[in-house]
């Protein structure tokens, strides 16, 4: 988000000089993971909350791995009236009795800290310093105080001006209770480049201290911990201005600036976006470094919703795994924006610049033009909504921003915010990209050119790949829903008011802005359901939050989107398997430890889903219990390594990598091609196979049709996630021969004009070789599936293969499944380099 409001004033508070380097903080205890797919390592120095941050985790992708409202369910809206917009909501950990806190800090004049009871979404407290203290130090108006996060203590944590703010509860564990300020530290004036000079975003890192960034491009750390949150233990780099700083001859505003956050890794990576270029830095427990600056393309400014060139996103990373790839994500500042992927680590051998004079960090860049080829300019001052290799940008250009000019920058802001419930001039379109590990590049994937986002922060729910934003139609605000596969409206849920509330009202008209604010809000009457850049949040129970114009709003389901248990399962395998990777490939002792650790945690709690797979029968009893078994033996490894790791690291590796074999063998299990075939496979009446290995010649077809048709709707949707499997078996004594799995990607899979069932193409065959697939269902007529592969990247086996020979094509989720057995007398050849055979029931 870019800055919403720019200081119109600069006050300096007394400030305490730096003295001491930070001192290293206790780590915290390992977290839990949640187990879902694309999900970044769980960061124990936050709240384990649906939302303890801004943007839901250090990695600022904005989305969430938790469920939000149900396809089906009911939701109702409502809204609290708060002094000014609360651009970020941090949420509590769970209190004893269940409930959750939900902290907010308000820009504006007020400067108020409100804390909301999530269950009954009334206000418990609002602190307003000019009423709680008696001199407070003042706050200029602008960004600073917009972002914040909640710690595992239920403490708020603020950087606003130039002090570290922690507020809680005045009543340990009682949320009912009022505020209190529990400490105010001012940071040294040494550290920052100028007077004028603001803090401007936060991140707390897995160590458990809190980086911060300044206005004018200054990174450093303080720690998050309240008994060693001083002066004397912050460690900042000097601002990215240099020798500008100090020369008086350069305005404040030609300075390199930051308007948005900061994102950080679990390794200590902390990410800033300037006005010209992304930077990484590395927090190691003792030291700050800079580790790459990379420059970025931009026009001068073009809209009034623009404070200054550049971006207008916090950065975002991508890959969450070791072995993915890995970027760090923003929208550049041209006047058609770019999308703009940029290698996080280090950039991979052998890698070309993607044009001619550009940074060989850039991985790709794309033009976002929302669908309109002819456009001349694009623009969002969002942050780029990231899932997986996924990524949405939203529109936030109005169609015209005549008289929207007015002397006072940040006030032209607020007017072309306001102006976006204009349904007359609000903004419209959203555009997903993705990164594409095979052919290494950046594709797109969909444009919806109808849905208006004007200043909405977008989030999505990893747990049924549904997108929420805040948006407009025809001037009222509420809860816009899409696919977030296929960009498609699934719905709105208008918000609760339709105007702004008396009281509201009356707080405006009082204010100095009141003159210049109130006649928008009378031609624009529900501004106070205006999202006003805040972001858009999922919360506990299904719920969505957000901040607005003079509030909050809450939108609450009556039923809550579940992630399947099987895919549950897998996830919380996998990350265990990531795990054991970084142990292994650590050359530290605490590195091995925390993966020791944390594979623990995983392993105890993948156990859950794998009971309920096995519940709701989406898993046989016999693979449930194998992987029940192979989670156990991984635990105890994981926990021999924890003990063995002070007195010999690579004993405590070779027990990750013992564990590592243990979660392989659950995988096996849990993965739609167990290693023996499914007993209650759909049998055909006819079907062939046809297997030749021979380099870029290779092939593979199976064919299967039966007389016995069902409903089509039975087929269970291919969805990203699905993971439909190939699954090849030799005689019933050996394990699965091979398994091949078709691409996850958007379009690979597309539902059949007819309605009867679905169609598989990607003339590329990226994912194992697979080219086309078909499964059709027509009642009355026939049942047919065919799929077809080609090329080295088929992982078939080696031939001959002994009979009987299985083949089947099963869905991981629902355990559908469609398959063959060729007995000996139906294979017509089974050789080195070629298999052919033919079933036909009535022989």
């Known amino acids: ?241 240099g020798a500008d700083c100090a020369d008086m001859n350069i305005d404040d505003e030609d300075l390199e600036t930051v308007s948005n956050s900061i994102a950080a890794d679990e390794s200590g990576g902390i990410y800033m976006v300037t006005d010209e270029a992304v930077i990484k830095y590395q927090w190691d427990g003792t030291t700050l470094q800079k580790i790459w600056r990379t420059e970025y393309e931009s026009d001068p400014p073009f809209s009034v919703l623009r404070l200054g060139s550049g971006s207008g996103s916090t950065p975002s990373l991508i890959g969450t795994a070791s072995d993915d790839d890995r970027f760090v994500v923003i929208t550049d500042g041209q006047e058609i924006m770019n999308l703009v992927l940029m290698w996080r680590d280090d950039i991979p051998a052998g890698w070309q610049p993607i044009a001619p004079g550009k940074d060989p960090r850039i991985a790709c860049e794309v033009p976002i033009n929302f669908g309109k080829p002819s456009a001349s300019r694009s623009l969002s001052e969002q942050s780029v909504l990231v899932r997986g290799y996924a990524a949405v940008v939203v529109n936030n250009l109005l169609i015209n921003e005549t008289g929207l000019s007015h002397p006072i920058p940040s006030i032209s802001t607020a007017f072309a915010a306001l102006e976006g419930g204009n349904n007359v001039l609000a903004p419209r379109g959203a555009e997903r990209v993705d990164w594409d590990p095979v052919t290494q590049s950046c594709v797109g994937v969909w444009v919806n050119t109808e849905v208006s986002l004007p200043n909405a922060i977008p989030t999505m729910s990893a747990a049924d790949g549904t997108m929420y934003a805040i948006g407009q139609r025809l001037g009222a605000w509420g809860l816009e829903i899409l696919d977030f596969e296929t960009g498609e409206s699934e719905g709105f849920v208008p918000s609760s008011q339709t105007t702004c509330s008396q009281d509201v009202i009356d707080a405006v008209s009082a204010s100095v802005l009141g003159p210049i604010l109130i006649p928008r809000i009378q031609r624009l009457p529900a501004s106070c359901e205006n999202s006003f850049f805040a972001a858009t949040e999922v919360g506990p129970d299904g719920s969505i939050y957000t901040g607005t114009f003079q509030g909050a709003s809450k939108f609450t389901p009556d039923a809550v989107a579940v992630h399947p248990a099987r895919r549950s399962a897998i996830a919380g395998v996998e990350q265990g398997l990531d795990l054991v990777a970084r142990g292994v490939a650590a050359a ?83 993965t739609p091609c167990p290693p023996q075939p499914q007993s209650d496979c759909r049998t055909p009446d006819s079907s062939s196979v046809k297997i030749k290995i021979d380099g870029e010649a290779s092939r593979l077809s199976w064919k299967w049709s039966s007389s016995s048709a069902l409903d089509p709707a039975s087929i269970p949707e291919p969805e990203a996630r699905s993971a439909f499997a190939v699954c090849i078996y030799e005689d019933a004594a050996t394990p699965r021969a091979a398994q091949l799995h078709p691409a996850t990607w958007l379009g690979a899979w597309k539902s059949m004009r007819s309605g009867l069932g679905y169609r598989y193409k990607d003339k590329t065959a990226s994912a194992d070789g697979l080219k086309k697939a078909l499964i059709r269902e027509k009642p009355g007529r026939k049942a047919s599936v065919r799929l077809s592969g080609k090329g080295t990247g088929l992982p078939v086996p080696a031939l001959p293969l002994t009979s009987p020979i299985t083949v089947q094509l099963v869905h991981g989720e629902t355990a559908s499944c469609w398959g063959t057995q060729f007995d000996a007398s139906d294979i017509r050849h089974n050789e080195a380099g070629l298999l052919r055979a033919k079933f036909n029931a009535s022989n």
């Open 588 to 670: 530290d002792v605490e590195s091995v430890r925390d993966a020791a650790k944390r594979g623990q945690v995983q392993a105890d709690a993948t156990l859950s889903p794998v009971a309920q797979a096995d519940s709701d029968a989406t898993l046989d009893g016999d693979s449930a219990s194998a992987a029940l078994a192979s989670l156990a033996l991984a635990q105890g490894h994981f926990a021999a390594a924890e003990t063995l790791v002070d007195s010999d690291v690579g004993l405590a590796q070779a027990a990750l990598a013992d564990a590592s074999d243990d979660l392989s063998e659950a995988l096996d299990y849990l």
């Open 1 to 241: 988000m870019k800055a919403i409001l720019a200081p119109l004033v600069v006050i300096l508070a007394s400030l305490t000089s730096l003295s001491a380097p930070a001192r290293a903080q206790a780590p915290p205890d390992p977290c839990l993971t949640p187990l879902i797919e694309d999900q970044p390592l769980c960061n124990p120095a936050l709240a384990d909350s649906e939302w303890p941050i801004s943007h839901s985790t250090g990695y600022a992708q904005g989305s969430s791995a938790f469920g939000g409202p149900a396809a089906a369910a009911n939701i109702s809206a409502a809204h609290v009236d708060l002094p000014g917009p609360p651009i970020t909501l941090a949420m509590s950990p769970r209190y004893g009795d269940g409930g959750v806190a939900v902290w907010g800090s308000v820009l504006g004049l007020s400067n108020a800290v409100v804390k909301i009871d999530h269950d009954t979404f009334s206000i418990i407290d609002i602190y307003v310093p000019a009423d709680e203290e008696i001199s407070p130090p003042p706050i200029p108006l602008g960004v600073s105080g917009a972002y914040s996060a909640a710690d595992p203590d239920f403490n708020f944590v603020l950087g606003r001006a130039q002090f570290v703010e922690v507020f809680r509860d005045s009543i340990p564990g009682d949320r009912s209770s009022e505020i209190e300020l529990a400490k105010r530290v001012f940071l040294p004036p040494g550290i920052f480049c100028r007077s004028s000079d603001l803090l401007v975003g936060g991140v707390m890192l897995p160590d458990g201290m809190l980086a911060f960034a300044t206005e004018q491009a200054v990174v450093g750390v303080i720690p998050g911990d309240v008994s060693q949150m001083e002066a004397a233990n912050v460690i900042a780099l000097p601002s990215e201005n």
